[in-house]
């Protein structure tokens, strides 16, 4: 499991592509040997202009602002390949990355408007869709299980979840919130929701390179938490967890966190004797970055499927650490600026590898995925032969009613 590069003050002061030499993980930059891997594993390769190993000739030869002045970076989708494969150990996603990226937004001539819009949302309602945050709740109304919401219940509760924007406000995300309340309800675990009072968490935001917005919902979202009392939080937002997890304790936000797929998996042999129904799907699982190569839970997702009566899980070519991104993550709210610059849709990319296996489900673990591949399919033409199910909501359409 990879753990979260402490880019707050250690005695050093805050780490900056000045001060990148006094941080072990950031003199490890300079440790590059100018392989290319990087460049030839980015899914963007072609369309970065400086892909990471560019960025360190460029940092090295006193040349960085002409990178910090190219819009070529806003084509990283933050998919983890790079420092995966980086053969030097160099944490680029989560360190060299960031920092480049948030003095590329600083410099950008102009914003592309879906991303603009999406952070104006962000900063105003707490939620990238511009929805009230009187409504974020609102979905737990048509929970078959009772969903408490923390601040009327009034007392401590074992798992605080946190559902994020898009299970809060996409009926597609209420699918797989109303299949965890399901499965909440069928382990006997004592949750609660923030309900109206959660906020965005911000991962997004932060991977676009708008780190100042990103700091603000932290900061929110902590002193929120902190008003009441939980053992743990749990999320089924795969960005929402690798903010939670990663991130949010430099702010002084020190949870035990969770995320849904590897919390239920952790919960199997209480599980499995309740996932009674058959379902006869052939099952293909598509790793999301955020949760295999950045947080290393590759079997934790196919032993909750393969614990369902009557699924039959198969590989696609690239799975596991080789997974292609599904251009959401960094490349949230960009689609419409790559499709102008001619750039192939990661998501189309990845379904059509899912339809090559002959499944009819393509599981996920993130909801943004749930929307991103629906659409795909239906411009692969494959939407009549495969669907697209949360892994939670697989299990909770096995249990016995
Ligand atoms: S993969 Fe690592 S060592 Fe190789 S060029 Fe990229 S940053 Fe340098
Ligand atoms: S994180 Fe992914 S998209 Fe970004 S530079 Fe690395 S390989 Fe490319």
Same mark, same amino acid.
């Given at each position: ?36 891997? &990087? ?14 190993? /560019? ?22 989708v933050t998919c983890y390949a790079c420092m995966a494969k980086c053969p030097r ?23 592309? /408007? ?43 509760? *074992? ?40 906020? &965005? ?16 919902l932290t900061d929110a979202n902590i002193k929120l938490m902190r008003k009441y ?59 999301? &970055? ?44 960009? *689609? ?26 393509? /599981? ?10 629906? *659409? ?24 016995? *009613?």
């Amino acid at each position: 499991m990879s753990t979260a590069t402490p880019s707050a003050d250690n005695g050093n002061g805050v780490m900056t592509l000045e001060n990148l030499a006094k941080f072990p993980e950031g003199q490890k930059v300079y440790s590059c040997m100018q392989c290319g891997t &990087c460049a030839a594993t980015c899914p963007y390769g072609d369309d970065l202009a400086f892909p990471p190993r /560019a960025i360190i000739t460029m940092l090295e030869a006193g040349l960085i602002e002409e990178v910090f002045n190219n819009p070529g970076l806003l084509n990283c989708v933050t998919c983890y390949a790079c420092m995966a494969k980086c053969p030097r150990g160099i944490k680029l996603t989560e360190v060299l990355l960031p920092l480049v990226k948030e003095q590329v937004f600083t410099h950008l001539k102009e914003v592309p /408007a879906e991303l603009q819009k999406a952070l104006e949302n962000t900063m105003r309602y707490g939620n990238p869709m511009g929805e009230s945050p009187r409504k974020r709740a609102l979905w737990a109304k048509s929970s078959p299980v009772p969903v408490p919401v923390i601040a009327e219940i009034k007392r401590a509760v *074992d798992v605080l979840w946190f559902v994020e924007c898009y299970p809060a406000y996409h009926p597609r995300g209420h699918d797989g919130n109303r299949a965890t309340a399901k499965l909440f309800k069928a382990l006997g675990i004592d949750f609660a929701i923030l309900g109206n009072e959660e906020k &965005c968490a911000g991962e997004c935001v932060r991977m676009a390179g708008e780190t100042g917005l990103f700091e603000m919902l932290t900061d929110a979202n902590i002193k929120l938490m902190r008003k009441y009392k939980f053992n743990r939080i749990v999320t089924g937002g795969a960005h929402a967890y690798d903010a939670l997890k990663h991130k949010y304790p430099a702010a002084g936000g020190d949870f035990e966190v969770h995320h849904t797929t590897p919390f239920f998996a952790q919960h199997l042999a209480q599980l499995k004797p309740k996932l009674k129904k058959k379902l006869d799907y052939t099952v293909t699982y598509h790793d999301a &970055c955020a949760l295999g190569r950045h947080n290393g839970f590759y079997e934790e997702p196919r032993a909750l499927l393969q614990a369902i009566p009557g699924v039959k899980l198969v590989e696609m070519n690239h799975s596991g650490v080789n997974s292609i991104c599904c251009g959401g993550g960094g490349g949230m709210w960009l *689609d419409t600026y790559y499709a102008e610059k001619g750039c192939e849709r990661l998501s189309e990319r990845r379904v059509k590898e899912a339809l090559d296996t002959g499944a009819n489900v393509l /599981a996920v673990s993130c909801p943004y995925e749930i929307s991103r591949f629906e *659409d795909a399919l239906k411009v692969a033409g494959g939407e009549k032969r495969m669907v697209v199910r949360d892994v939670v909501e697989l299990l909770a359409e096995a249990l016995e *009613d």
